[in-house]
């Protein structure tokens, strides 16, 4: 247990969107072809030729 | 290792304000930009509520002093300083072009809640979880779309929590804020059983590329 | 300090902030955290990065679905059939995530410029 004195709540609000700015935690695709996991660049990932792909696709059903 | 706070143009002298577990600033520089850096023994660091804090409050006071400003996330380090103009190099043009972009602007979030989780579709039918999502998808687009009309970027974020119908970041020029926070008011009108948080103005985040470099 | 945590522009609703911040929690888990790379946080990063994959492509498949739905391009029977596949795929992310301890914000996908796509 803290003896802090606990935050106002808006302040614990700012706080935490502060850090999930600052941490990004999680999974960031970046550009169409990184993806980062944690800051770290891991795969290059052809999204762009995939997210092509499943337009093409839809347009094709379409018609 | 050579830690990055944020990578600038025009940067006009460091803030008075140190850095991760206390270490100074220092200003490097590489493909013509301007960099915020310190230096640290090599390994990890640690995410302590400390060390976050360090970092935003630098890259809080490095906004005032540059033309634009991509903010690092926290832990990019480099083994030595080759490595780090080696990334800085590789990626000259896109950091210039996001720089332009978020140049004069700020980054205001929005999150919007449900009432309640969702309801677990998992006994229902097929047909109904598909109705649930259709209007799961079209709500947030609802909310999205008029807000990001007025900014010059924005972007959202996607399966966050089962109560979080909208996590959106948008780059706003300074100019147009007031009639950002209106069109939210009109949102919030629209939709009284959601809540809205809206916070900022930030550092621009959520548009450096890859987080910075 | 007080200055830097000052941030909140506007919240409105019923006034939940408790629930604003129990769900802000729920992104970041246990905080503080390290960052580091001992070897199960590697696999645990694998588990991450693939799983969020999988996330990407069932929203993709998800949403190209809802828009043939809303033109009216589904039988009834497919709708079904989606939708109990959706749902399969649904259940069994949350049991994978579990399995990784791996939680929400873990999985989170910042689609920056993608984000038309969804």
Known sequence: ?63 | MIYLYAIAEGLDGLPEVLGVDGAPLVHGSAAGLDLVLSEHAAGELDASEEAVLAHARVVEALVARSAALLPARFGRGFRDPDALREAIEGRAASLREALAQVRGCVEVGVRVLRPEPAPPPAAESGRAYMEARLAHTEEARELHEPLAALARAATRTVGATPRLLLSGAYLVEPGELDAFRSRVSELEAAHPELTFVTTGPWPPYSFAPGGET | MSDELDRILGVTGSGDLDAVAGELDRLQGAFPRRVNADPEKVEKGLAQLVLTLVELLRQLMERQALRRMEQGNLTDEQIERLGQTFMKLEKRMEELKAEFDLEDGDLNLNLGPLGDLL
């Open chain 1, 1 to 63: 247990m803290s003896t802090v004195p606990e935050r106002p709540l808006e302040q614990q609000i700012t706080l935490l969107e502060l850090v999930d700015r600052v941490l990004n935690k999680g999974v960031t695709l970046t550009g169409d072809i990184t993806l980062s996991v944690a800051d770290v660049d891991l795969v290059y990932v052809g999204l762009r030729v995939l997210l092509t792909t499943v337009s093409t696709m839809e347009r094709l059903a379409a018609e």
